[in-house]
Nanobody
Framework: QVQLVESGGGLVQAGGSLRLSCAAS????????MGWFRQAPGKGREFVAA????????YYADGVKGRFTISRDNAKNTVALQMNSLKPEDTAVYYC?????????????????WGQGTQVTVSS
């Protein structure tokens, strides 16, 4: 089993920044890819960013490229999502996810474990 705990969400004005963090425990963290997804009110969950087990490869959704940065610290079993230039449309619950393999993936079904989510609200 893997436990994932997100933190860092909150309320921010448009144009501001937030840094989300996800702490993992229970398995060999450095062997698996990690991802961030989000779910806005009334919408399905969507891919945001992913990172390979080593941190050497990253993927981003088109809507966040150039604004969000995913990173990981394998010594601390954490993955982070730095979010800059936030927009009201970024408002959502953000979920950390732990993958089945080393490579990063945009596909929800390729993630084995999920955190409980953290709310991000961007006001206009």
């Amino acid at each position: 089993q893997v436990q994932l705990v997100e933190s860092g969400g909150g309320l921010v004005q448009a144009g501001g920044s937030l840094r989300l963090s996800c702490a993992a425990s229970g398995r060999t963290f450095e062997s698996y890819g990690m991802g961030w997804f989000r779910q806005a009110p009334g919408k399905g969950r969507e891919f945001v960013a992913a990172i390979s087990s080593s941190g050497g490869s990253t993927y981003y959704a088109d809507g966040v490229k150039g604004r969000f940065t995913i990173s990981r610290d394998n010594a601390k079993n954490t993955v982070a999502l730095q979010m800059n230039s936030l927009k009201p449309e970024d408002t959502a619950v953000y979920y950390c996810a732990y993958g089945w393999s080393r490579r990063p993936t945009t596909l929800e079904y390729e993630y084995a474990y999920w955190g409980q989510g953290t709310q991000v609200t961007v006001s206009s």
